[in-house]
């Protein structure tokens, strides 16, 4: 089945195409709000330990807000205002982007690294428990190529 919209023809799923299509999203659901309840538990989010992840394997503990909004795929207002919040908590601190004008940078702070140190732990061993566990070799590996080629802008089979 197809339609056209703007002129385009749309190509429907077919019946199996839909199934592993709700599959890969229930999963992706699944294993977020699993991981993400575990971190909430040490009162941060995924984002917030995106960030400090992110950070704390940056020379100097130091990205640009730019940087960090473009590897989260978050626009860079929505990451300064998290960034504000992450900010109070004392977790990270901002400062003017040398090389950037209207840019600012992204500083973990001592706090920020002493509570990532905790919430390492806790996080590998859900992700461990809710995903790395549930697939034997084969499928970890067959997985992690078929991520690694979706997440790959403009990839498609064959390229």
């Known amino acids: 089945m197809s339609t056209k919209k703007s002129g385009e023809t749309v190509r429907w799923l077919e019946p199996e195409e839909e199934r592993a299509w709700r599959a890969y ?4 659901i699944a294993v977020q709000a699993r991981t993400a309840q575990d971190l909430a538990e040490l009162g941060l989010s995924e984002a917030d330990y995106e960030v400090l992840s992110t950070l704390s394997e940056r020379t100097g503990t130091t990205s640009t807000l730019h940087e960090q909004a473009a590897k989260m795929e978050w626009s860079r207002s929505r990451l300064s205002r998290h960034a504000t919040r992450m900010e109070a908590r004392g977790l990270i601190r901002r400062a003017p982007d040398p090389a950037d004008g209207r840019g ?3 500083i973990l702070t001592e706090e ?3 509570t990532l140190r905790q919430a390492a732990p806790v996080h590998v061993a859900s992700v461990r428990r809710h995903f790395v566990d549930r697939l034997d070799p084969r499928e970890l590996a067959a997985l992690g190529r078929t991520a690694a080629r979706i997440a790959e802008p403009g990839s498609s089979p064959g390229t």
């Open 104 to 106: 600012c940078l992204l």
């Open 25 to 28: 999203r229930r999963m992706v």
């Open 112 to 114: 920020g690294m002493d």
